[in-house]
């Protein structure tokens, strides 16, 4: 790999900014978008980056079975019923629960374990027929 995009991966990594560590790694600021999009494209970058992201997981003692079981904490916590005090700190009878945090921590244990990639695939567009009602014969 290239110094150049060495020095870019590592910014990079720290900014998660293409166009700007295309220009820190010394590339044009006219071409900077487009020279960052395309070393990111690269396999020895991305696994270089992989390998820059291991070794900040297991410095920072986080792990995918670390993030997965935090989401879970957080997605548990925010179904959680809360009662609703009054303005003398009384319970009002009512309840709320976050369920915006909690779809948003459930989601991203999906996106992680890959639940949705499946059922996301896209598929090819039925094809309908186009009708010329003004002249159904086509002419």
Known sequence: ??????????KYF?????????????FS???????GWQILQRDD???????????YA???GVSKQWVIERFKHISDSCVQ???VLDHDGNETGEYRFDSSGANKAT???????????KDNAQK??????IINIINPNGK
């Open 1 to 10: 790999m290239q110094d150049n995009h060495i020095k870019f991966t590592d």
């Open 14 to 26: 720290e900014t998660l900014n293409a166009t700007q560590s295309a220009i820190y790694a010394g």
């Open 29 to 35: 600021e006219d071409t900077a978008r487009q020279q």
């Open 45 to 55: 970058v991305q696994e270089y980056l992989q390998k820059l992201r291991e070794e």
């Open 58 to 60: 297991e410095k920072a």
């Open 81 to 83: 019923a809360e009662p």
């Open 107 to 117: 989601e991203m244990i999906g996106k992680i374990l890959g639940v949705f990639e």
């Open 124 to 129: 090819p567009l039925a094809q309908t027929p």
